[in-house]
């Protein structure tokens, strides 16, 4: 059994990912959160001239050239909220900020599966954007509860009524207003926190924080004297207004993913952010159920179980070291301490378990769950791996998708062949893009969701790994994975369904590919030869995502 003391450690643990289109100011959001939490004391602007810094999350020499994230990043630190924590209790959260670019989707779907809840970034001025949508069905299927930060009020935006109602519309869920804004672009004035009845007066300021002033009614006179008048009286209209048209804030629907709090500021002038947080604290879950395959695993049973949601490659380029991202889903994990690696049959220790702040690595001795840990990796993990104290658990939902761009890789550079396949394998592993092998003439494939990934790799090849690569054109319409199904679990129909597909592959060689786990993928140039090959061989099953 868990002691007392382990049990508060997984009951105060927060974690979270932050989700949005680029560009609506996710990874600063981040940042401001890191501030207050005392994990970093000035903040810098993402993508600012003057103040010649990076976003703390952002650590990759391309996110810092481009301004965006490439790559989710895992931060922690311990955090006291100021309102309602008579008893002084520190949560310890941890951030998962996840890449907004459409072309790493796949990479932010399956942090959503190490997540408890999920923070949405919205732009005042563009409002609900595709890849938020998008983000927000992962959310939906998962049943994860969402928290909404309206951003960049301090810029010209839409009426606040009119980005709820688009909120609702395009996201396909309730929305309670716990704060409420005070005009919007250059005539915005501050924030009136409705959770906890506290006047915030706007003051640019991208690198500290400003004060709350409290008050017990709305109508207080002294808000007229800070805000004027005019503003006063509609701010008081405004909120008359939310109170008639939408249900009180509940805990219970908020939990169960139906209804979304929706908070208002500008992250890069730090306003608004610790409202944010200190709410979050209080209503978002402590560590969640997580569905194995054959059972629910609870994070206060007392023998740990954890599962690999991301491999990243080069987080040390000194060292050329693989890191392997566990969540934690039940119980404590401790340093040198054998567990059995599920997949593989074998028992592992690690000596250098590290938790995270960006690329910034301590050693820790122990984690509960809910935690975010990383393990060295020489290249025994994939994705979907599971660790645990013995017990044979599979979690679910950690695909492969299939890609809908590929190229032929190439050596630009005779002499560094062995650099170049080194990178290629542990860039691979990230699970980002995935390689084949033609199994007509042996060269690879690389296959991705968008262009920006080949960019991505064939810099980090040539920054980080000291290889030159060029790409190919390749025209591919869809790359599956093919196995046999036979009728029935006769030897006869098995051997017929086998036979089939030995047939399929001799017909078909230019179409046949092995996946970087030596499994049979069939790569058909268009939707007609994907549909004909579906027609015509009843005893071979296309599957469009792998479970690896």
């Known amino acids: 059994m868990l002691s007392t003391t382990e049990q508060q450690e997984i009951l105060r643990r927060r974690t979270f990912a932050i989700i949005s289109h680029p560009d609506a100011g996710k990874t600063t959001l981040t940042e401001k959160l890191l501030l207050y939490g005392g994990a970093i004391h000035v903040a810098g602007a993402v993508k600012s001239n003057k103040i010649r810094k990076t976003a703390t999350s952002d650590w990759m020499e391309i996110e810092k050239q481009r301004g965006i994230s490439v790559a989710t990043s895992v931060m922690g630190f311990d955090y006291c909220p100021t309102f309602r924590n008579e008893a002084g209790q520190t949560y310890h959260i941890n951030i998962l900020d996840t890449p907004g670019h459409q072309d790493f989707a796949?990479?932010?779907?399956?942090?959503?599966?190490?997540?408890?809840?999920?923070?949405?970034?919205?732009?005042?001025?563009?409002?609900?954007?595709?890849?938020?949508?998008?983000?927000?069905?992962?959310?939906?299927?998962r049943k994860t509860p969402v928290m909404v930060f309206i951003n960049k009020m301090d810029r010209e935006g839409k009426d606040p009524f009119d980005l709820l109602d688009e909120v609702e519309a395009e996201l396909g869920i309730k929305v309670r207003p716990l704060s409420w804004p005070i005009n919007s672009g250059q005539r915005f004035k501050g924030v009136y926190n409705i959770f906890q009845q506290t006047l915030d007066l706007y003051q640019p300021d991208k690198t500290h924080v400003t004060e709350s002033i409290q008050f017990s009614d709305v109508t207080d006179p002294q808000i007229a004297q800070l805000v004027g008048d005019s503003d006063a009286a509609k701010l008081q209209e405004d909120l008359e207004?939310?109170?008639?048209?939408?249900?009180?804030?509940?805990?219970?629907?908020?939990l169960a993913g139906n209804l979304a709090p929706v908070f208002f500021g500008s992250a890069l002038n730090t306003f608004g952010v610790k409202e944010l947080l200190e709410c979050f604290v209080h209503i978002a879950p402590s560590p969640r159920p997580v569905a194995a395959i054959e059972r629910e695993v609870k994070p206060m049973e007392d023998k740990f179980t954890g599962f690999c949601f991301k491999i990243h490659a080069n987080m040390d380029p000194n060292h050329r070291s693989c890191i392997a991202f566990f969540r934690i889903c039940s119980g404590k994990f401790e340093r040198n301490t054998y567990y059995t690696h599920v997949r593989k049959q074998q028992q592992m220790r690690f000596s250098s378990p590290t938790c995270f702040m960006a690329q910034r690595k301590e050693t820790v001795d122990e984690a509960f769950a809910g935690d975010i840990v990383g393990l060295p990796d020489t290249g025994n993990f994939k994705i979907g791996?599971?660790?645990?104290?013995?017990?044979?658990?599979?979690?679910?939902?950690?695909?492969?998708?299939?890609?809908?761009?590929?190229?032929?890789?190439?050596?630009?550079d005779p002499m560094k062949q062995k650099q170049l396949d080194k990178g290629v394998n542990q860039l691979m592993d990230e699970g980002v893009a995935q390689l084949f092998v033609s199994q007509l003439n042996g060269r690879k494939i690389i296959g991705t969701v968008g262009q920006l990934q080949f960019e991505v790799i064939q810099y980090r090849l040539e920054h980080e790994y000291q290889a030159k690569c060029r790409w190919e054109s390749l025209q591919m319409y869809k790359a599956c994975w093919i196995e046999a199904v036979p009728d029935s679990d006769t030897a006869a129909d098995i051997k017929a369904a086998e036979e089939e597909l030995q047939m399929f592959k001799r017909r078909k060689p230019q179409y046949m590919a092995f996946d970087k786990d030596g499994r049979d993928v069939f790569m058909a140039d268009s939707a007609y030869v994907l549909q004909m090959a579906q027609l015509d061989y009843k005893h071979i099953r296309f599957h469009f995502t792998s479970e690896g």
Do not use: W
């Open 106 to 141: 796949e990479d932010t779907f399956r942090t959503l599966t190490a997540v408890d809840s999920v923070i949405i970034v919205i732009d005042a001025a563009k409002g609900v954007e595709t890849q938020t949508r998008r983000l927000m069905q992962v959310c939906r299927m």
């Open 385 to 412: 791996d599971t660790l645990t104290a013995g017990e044979n658990l599979h979690f679910k939902g950690l695909p492969s998708f299939s890609p809908e761009m590929f190229k032929y890789i190439e050596n630009a």
């Open 241 to 254: 207004m939310i109170k008639g048209v939408y249900d009180p804030f509940n805990i219970d629907s908020y």
